[in-house]
């Protein structure tokens, strides 16, 4: 007989129930592990949809920003080549404006120098005349043209510094669309087969100075409203310095014909006057070769009345020397006292009358002295009347000046869609 282990040994029911115990946990945990495969399996299913979807409505949300950028991109675009073309326009008017300001430079120089060639008449030639009275009003209106002009100028420099700052922000924020539709149709190119992948740390963050969908969209709206409305005061601005040479090109024109006119009248009348006075001056010269030759008469008259008075003075004297009784008073004495009263009446008539011929004479010399001095000045002064429109031609002669030129310019409105042919382009 074999000897036996002690040990605690259990009974047939124990072992039967110790049976049945594994075979129901056995079957307890395949049952739960049954709903966790069941749940696992309805979870994948779920999440894999879910990240399909997700990556799918990201995907779709991307393509629709890329849409939405690229319209602002374009807008931007497009905004910006209206503020280069309205910078080009504006600066091609600003140009033309300033040409005109230099094409003032020569009538303000030619109208100054008639001023002073003007000056140079001596004496009653010398006279405040419509002639000065349009040059004068030549050179203040050339002189306010001059001042519209510099306006227009530095405003159209200001307008082109805020057309220029426009443009900035418009290129900006160009340049700021066009990376980030680079960025996110780089990120719709990507998918979970692209090899430059990765896990980020902390992807979810905000980034510094993150903006919201309005705020983005008030930026770039912004610059363009600002844009448009630089383009706006621009092209109204060309209009009005079109307009703007337009009149001051017609004022300077009428009152250059106006100025040329009263100065060929002056001339005129100036001509008359001297004409005049040369025909006086010779009408003059031959009273005066009239009255010498009178004088000479009235001379040789008075000195013949000399002998018949010492005749009768004679007969009287030796007619006082009869003796006695014989010194009478008879008709003889009386006829010789008449004759020589009658001689000295005609002697001292004749005195008087040379005096008076002669004072005549000497005042007819004088005024014929002092015509011809005024004829002189006249002269003088038509000769400098016609030097000063011989350098009025200096505005016709084929240099670009405005107003003198091109004919009169009807005034149009430009709106930068049409070119004004004015006389300093």
């Known amino acids: 007989m074999l000897p036996v282990k002690p040990s605690l040994r259990c009974g047939v029911s124990e072992w039967n129930n110790n049976n049945l115990q594994l075979w129901a946990e056995a079957q307890q945990q395949r049952l739960v592990s049954s709903e966790i495969r069941q749940e696992c399996k309805s979870l994948r299913n779920e999440t894999h949809c879910k990240t399909v979807w997700d990556e799918k409505e990201t995907s779709r949300r991307l393509t629709e920003r890329v849409w939405d950028v ?4 374009d807008l931007l675009d497009s905004c910006a080549q209206k503020v280069d073309e309205e910078m080009d326009a504006l600066t091609l008017s600003k140009e033309l404006t300033e040409q005109a300001l230099a094409a003032t430079a020569t009538p303000l120089e030619v109208s100054t120098e008639c001023m002073m060639l003007r000056e140079g008449r001596r004496g009653y030639e010398l006279v405040t005349d419509p002639v000065q009275e349009q040059l004068q009003k030549e050179v203040e209106l050339i002189e306010r043209v001059q001042q519209t002009l510099q306006q227009h100028i530095d405003e159209a420099f200001q307008q082109l510094c805020v057309l220029q700052e426009a443009r900035h922000q418009l290129t900006g924020d160009l340049q700021n669309k066009m990376e980030a539709l680079d ?16 896990l980020k740390t902390n992807p979810t963050r905000i980034p510094s100075g993150a903006s919201t969908p309005q705020e983005w969209v008030q930026l770039s709206n912004h610059n363009v409203v600002q844009a448009e409305e630089a383009m706006r005061v621009s092209q109204q601005m060309r209009e009005d310095m079109s307009l703007s040479r337009a009149q001051l090109q017609n004022e300077l024109e009428a009152e250059r014909r106006a100025t040329e006119f009263a100065l060929r009248k002056r001339s005129h009348h100036e001509e008359q006057a001297r004409d005049e006075l040369q025909w006086q001056i010779r009408n003059m010269e031959a009273e005066i070769a009239e009255m010498e030759s009178d004088i000479r008469e009235l001379d040789a008259d008075l000195q013949a009345k000399t002998a018949p008075l010492k005749l009768a003075h004679t007969r009287l004297e ?10 009478c008073r008879d008709e003889v004495q009386y006829s010789l006292v008449a004759e020589v009263e009658q001689l000295e009446a005609t002697v001292l008539a004749l005195q008087l009358k040379l005096s008076k011929a002669q004072h005549s004479l000497q005042n007819m010399r004088l005024h014929h002295g002092q015509m011809l001095q005024d004829l002189s000045r006249k002269q003088e002064a038509l000769s400098l009347e016609q030097r000063s429109l011989n350098t009025r031609t200096r505005l016709t002669s084929g240099s670009s000046t405005v107003g003198v030129v091109a004919p009169v310019v009807p005034l149009m409105n430009s709106c930068g869609r049409g070119n004004l042919q004015l006389m300093a382009e």
């Open 183 to 198: 960025i996110d149709k780089s990120c719709l190119t990507l998918t979970i087969t692209s090899p430059n992948i990765s």
């Open 318 to 327: 030796n007619r006082t020397h009869r003796p006695g009784m014989d010194l």
């Open 70 to 73: 690229s319209r602002w991109r």
